[in-house]
């Protein structure tokens, strides 16, 4: 099956946090590079981390470094991505993604399973 399903999107003030979720179906993501994307209104999608399955290291964009965290529940198959101080400029669709090939990018185009992605908004 192979499916990605994104949940935990919705509105939040900013400062404010959201954890996002990603359930895999079909494969296991213990054996998957997993990173998240987000795509802004009127902006390309952009990698925000990934988590590589070879050692469990990670890679975060500048922006959000020291306020995400990616982690990886292997007992519920789900990637989780923690989003704390929240800014305006985080508001997004967020995706999640899989690959059985590549260990790390932030390169979307080198990612092959994605889900339906999430909405976030961060406003007042």
């Known amino acids: 099956q192979l499916q990605l399903v994104e949940s935990g999107g919705g509105l939040v003030q900013p400062g404010g946090s959201l954890r996002l979720s990603c359930a895999a179906s079909?494969?296991?993501?213990?054996?998957?590079?997993v990173g998240w994307f987000r795509q802004a209104p009127g902006k390309e999608r952009e990698g925000v981390v990934c988590?590589?399955?070879?050692?469990?290291?990670?890679h975060y964009v500048d922006s959000v470094k020291g306020r995400f965290t990616i982690s990886r529940d292997s007992a519920k198959n789900t990637v989780y991505l923690q989003m704390n101080s929240l800014k305006s400029s985080g508001t997004a669709v967020y995706y999640c993604?899989?690959?059985?090939?590549?260990?790390?990018?932030?390169?979307?185009?080198?990612?092959?399973?994605w889900g339906q992605g999430t909405q976030v908004t961060v406003s007042s």
């Open positions: 079909g494969f296991s993501l213990e054996y998957y590079t």
């Open positions: 993604a899989a690959s059985f090939t590549i260990r790390s990018t932030l390169i979307p185009t080198q990612y092959d399973y």
């Open positions: 988590l590589n399955s070879g050692d469990g290291t990670t």
